[in-house]
């Protein structure tokens, strides 16, 4: 069994700064991509950020030059730090990482953390 556990959101007001971990723990035999989605109300969950196995990295249009997602692979954490917010990141921030569990290669999701970006 594979978890993703996210924390590091909260209330920030804009141009603030926020840093989001994504821990996965249990049965982990590698890891492939990870990345960062977000959905805020009322739209579609959107790819925000991701960093293959190979460490190369690549953003969404609205958050480039302003957040930077890296990884540690001897935790099996990714990170994502997020400069400059603005009110239009507000959203409920999901990790996301294709691991192998011994049996499959398999996607996986966190819970989620809420970001709300507000004066």
């Known amino acids: 069994q594979v978890q993703l556990v996210e924390s590091g959101g909260g209330l920030v007001q804009p141009g603030g700064s926020l840093r989001l971990s994504c821990a996965a723990s249990?049965?982990?035999?590698?890891?492939?991509?990870m990345a960062w989605y977000r959905q805020a109300p009322g739209k579609q969950r959107e790819l925000v950020a991701a960093?293959?196995?190979?460490?190369?990295?690549n953003y969404a249009d609205s958050v480039k030059g302003r957040f930077t997602i890296s990884r540690d692979n001897a935790k099996n954490t990714v990170y994502l730090q997020m400069n400059s917010l603005k009110p239009e990141d507000t959203a409920v921030y999901y990790c996301?990482?294709?691991?192998?569990?011994?049996?499959?290669?398999?996607?996986?999701w966190g819970q989620g953390t809420q970001v709300t970006v507000s004066s």
């Open positions: 249990g049965r982990i035999f590698s890891i492939n991509a």
């Open positions: 960093i293959p196995s190979d460490g190369s990295t």
């Open positions: 996301n990482a294709l691991i192998e569990n011994g049996l499959a290669w398999d996607d996986y």
